[in-house]
């Protein structure tokens, strides 16, 4: 088994559909990838619709537990995976069609332990042909890690890549579990242990942009969550680069940017504050918080991966606690009434 696909499930019969149709059209046999779904206590048709998808090819499998989250989910379906190389797939996204060989055959020929790919962002239910198709021009570099962390500005998420199964066994890397941010958590603590990482400048995985869906939801009390697991990413974040900061030889530019990173973290958390049901009497003891991990002031935000003159004029005012404590008060009861 080449490749084990893990898709997390939780409410998504509108979705699903068109993401396993992208499994089933590849050019790769059915017996060197495997579709690993896990319903995390799906409530919706999800999983009948995924069972009949069993039903039709056999490499194809359905697998249950009680609703714990989609980090909860992603570890079940790591544990039960038997690929070579493993892929974290949202079930609101899709592949297009004939990509799967080209990612194996590279990754079995340069064994790499991560193997990164292209990503589009898309409302659309229809991009099927990948816009890379020669790729005889192209010679992949293998590089450590810490060196494309340095040089590219990466994405939180973890389906614009996959992973050596024997890779992650061996560092005994997981996802956090009943918190959002995970996989900007896990891509983090996986980047910078990776020696051996091949970025292919190849079309594969359409992040499809829709209502409702986690990171959108402006529900009350799952913003006050999202606002809460950011402000824990930027902790564990302060954990990876403080052990960067003591080797010597750790290039200084992957350094700054997972600090840009963290300190995103800060910023977007309190973009999303000004517009909950925050309370105003934590805001200074939350700012603090962060300050004592190194996120906060916000003096190592604005970079490569975040400038302009937006970025740089909120990120001046939000660093003083005192006078964002004041924008709070000003804009709050209108920004959260209309949001």
Not at 35 to 57: F, M, T
Not at 86 to 109: G, N, Q, S
Not at 258 to 281: N, Y
Request: charged residues 25%; positive net charge; hydrophobic residues 40%.
């Amino acid at each position: 088994m080449k490749l084990s696909i893990i898709i997390p499930v939780y409410n998504v019969e509108k979705h699903i559909s068109r993401c396993l149709d992208s499994l089933v059209n590849q050019d790769i046999g059915k017996d060197e990838y495997e579709v690993i779904i896990v319903s995390d206590g799906s409530k919706d048709n999800s999983v009948s619709i995924a069972e009949r998808y069993c039903k039709l090819h056999a490499n194809f499998f359905v697998y249950h537990q009680e609703n714990q989250g989609v980090g909860a989910a992603r570890n079940k379906g790591l544990s039960l995976a038997n690929g070579d190389y493993i892929y974290f797939l949202d079930p609101d996204d899709y592949i297009a069609d004939h990509v799967l060989k080209t990612l194996i055959d590279t990754a079995l020929e340069l064994k790499p332990e991560v193997l990164t790919f292209n990503s589009q962002g898309t409302t659309s239910l229809t991009l099927n042909r990948s816009r890379f198709n020669d790729l005889n021009s192209i010679i992949p570099k293998v590089i450590s890690g810490l060196e494309y962390i340095a040089n590219h500005s990466f994405k939180n998420e973890i389906w614009w890549y996959i992973i050596s199964k024997q890779f992650i066994d061996k560092i005994n890397l997981k996802f956090i579990e009943g918190r959002w941010m995970e996989d900007a958590i896990f891509t983090a603590q996986l980047f910078v242990k990776v020696k051996r990482m091949v970025n292919l400048s190849f079309d594969v995985h359409r992040h499809v942009k829709i209502k409702g869906s986690a990171m959108t939801n402006k529900e009350p009390s799952h913003y006050l969550k999202i606002i809460n697991d950011n402000s824990n990413a930027a902790v564990v974040y302060n954990t990876i680069i403080k052990k960067l900061e003591q080797n010597e030889n750790c290039d200084k530019r992957s350094i700054a940017r997972l600090k840009s990173r963290q300190q995103s973290f800060v910023f977007f958390m309190m973009i999303r504050i000004l517009k909950s049901t925050f309370k105003k009497q934590d805001i200074i003891p939350l700012l603090d918080k962060m300050k004592s991990v190194n996120a906060y002031k916000l003096n190592a935000f604005v970079g490569e991966d975040y400038n302009g003159f937006t970025y740089s004029f909120l990120s001046k005012l939000f660093s003083n606690k005192h006078l964002y404590y004041l924008i709070f008060m000003v804009t709050n009861p209108i920004l959260k009434r209309n949001n």
